[in-house]
Each structure stands twice: as C-alpha cells, then as structure tokens.
Antibody, heavy 123, light 111 residues
Framework: EVQLLESGGGLVQPGGSLRLSCTASGFIFSSFAMTWVRQAPGKGLEWVSSISGSSVATYSADSVKGRFTISRDNSKNTLYLEMNSLRAEDTAVYYC????????????????WGPGIQVTVSS | QSALTQPRSVSGSPGQSVTISCSGTSSDIGAYKYVSWYQQRPGKAPKIMIYAVSQRASGVPDRFSGSKSGNTASLTISGLQADDEADYYCCSYAGNSILWVFGGGTRLTVL
C-alpha cells in the first residue's frame, strides 16, 4: 500500500524558514516523480514544485521560485521542501503527492497524496 | 497564468446526473490532452478520479466520466449518490513557468 506522510510544518514568522519532509513507503520511491501541492485556508489547490525520480529535473511555480527548493533522498525514501523567506501568503496545508511516472512530462498526474501538513506564517 | 475557471457549486438529487465544467485557455486545456480531476472531501487529501481527460483512475466507478472540447473540460457524474458529495478540482498541464494549473474547485451537493 502506497503511504505518504508529511512532517515539519508549524508556525513560523514572516521571513523565516521551514523544511518539510515527506516519507514514502509501499513503492519504489526512485521510480516516481514527486510533487508538492498547497491549499490556502478556504481556497483551491495550487501546484508548488515537482522533481523527477532521479532528481535530474526540478520545477517550481513562479510564486515560490527563488524561495522554495524541492529535493529528494532516494536512499531514505524522503521528499523535501526547503522554504525560505516565508510570507503570510505561504500559509497553507502542504500536500506531498506521488506522480504517475518517473519523468516530468505533460501526461503526469498525482496518483497518491499524503494527508497534508499545516504551515502558518504569522508574527 | 490564472487558475482554471470552475463553477463554485453544483447540486443534484440522488440518481440524477451533474456536469462540472472547467474553462481554460489555448495555453493549457486547449493545448494539451492532459486534464485530470480530483475529489476532495472536507479535511481530507485530494483523490485522483480522472486523468488524461477521460481515463478513470483505478477503483473509480464508471459513473464518473471526463471529456474535453476546445478550451473547456468537463466532469460528468451520473447516478448521483450521497457519497459523491465533495469538492472537485480540475487540473491541466500548462507548460512554461507554471507546469500545472488547477481550477478553483466546485462544491457538489447531493440534495
């Protein structure tokens, strides 16, 4: 059974940093691209960042480019999201999701999701 | 890149059919055959329902179907059941600087 579990969320002040982790099990982690998606309170879903199975390719939304860094450690079956220079508008539930293939291509979709982790940016 | 446009809410009675539209542009929905749909129940993570416009994900009942015409995609749920009540989000590949764009979500109420 595919399982994804996010950790590392919490309350942080504007301008601060946070590192989210997503621990995966039940599948060959390195064979799948992974994605972070967030959802602000009462709002819709927003794609944040994706990484290919081998880490060769990474992509991030303009709203987080230069501030957030996606990475993975296939030996630990773990996905990361390093978040710096956090802003109030980054407040959201962050979901880790497994993608349907190892390469980042247009046909990719999120086929399994973690339960999500809350990140709150506030003074 | 703006979010895709969905109706805020739709409703239907048990047994009826409802269709949720998702309007995009020639740069996203109109340019690619890669629209997916996700179901999200309150307080839960999204769940894949449809991918590649019309392909049902594993375990999804055939009451759920997807289609696309021009810049608009649609999700149709037939034989509505109480358990279908949830928020539904469309998503399309968009290329360039924002690889994937989501719709704002549609709340389905089963009357």
């Amino acid at each position: 059974e595919v399982q994804l579990l996010e950790s590392g969320g919490g309350l942080v002040q504007p301008g601060g940093s946070l590192r989210l982790s997503c621990t995966a099990s039940g599948f060959i982690f390195s064979s799948f691209a992974m994605t972070w998606v967030r959802q602000a309170p009462g709002k819709g879903l927003e794609w944040v960042s994706s990484i290919s199975g081998s880490s060769v390719a990474t992509y991030s939304a303009d709203s987080v480019k230069g501030r957030f860094t996606i990475s993975r450690d296939n030996s630990k079956n773990t996905l990361y999201l390093e978040m710096n220079s956090l802003r109030a508008e980054d407040t959201a539930v962050y979901y880790c999701a497994r993608d349907s293939d190892s390469l980042i291509t247009p046909r990719l979709y999120r086929d399994h999701w973690g339960p999500g982790i809350q990140v709150t940016v506030s003074s | 890149q703006s979010a895709l446009t969905q109706p805020r809410s739709v409703s239907g009675s048990p047994g009826q059919s409802v269709t949720i539209s998702c309007s995009g542009t020639s740069s996203d929905i109109g340019a690619y055959k890669y629209v997916s749909w996700y179901q999200q129940r309150p307080g839960k993570a999204p769940k894949i329902m449809i991918y590649a416009v019309s392909q049902r994900a594993s375990g999804v009942p055939d009451r759920f179907s997807g289609s696309k015409s021009g810049n608009t995609a649609s999700l149709t749920i037939s034989g509505l059941q109480a358990d279908d009540e949830a928020d539904y989000y469309c998503c399309s590949y968009a290329g360039n600087s924002i690889l994937w764009v989501f719709g704002g979500g549609t709340r389905l109420t089963v009357l």
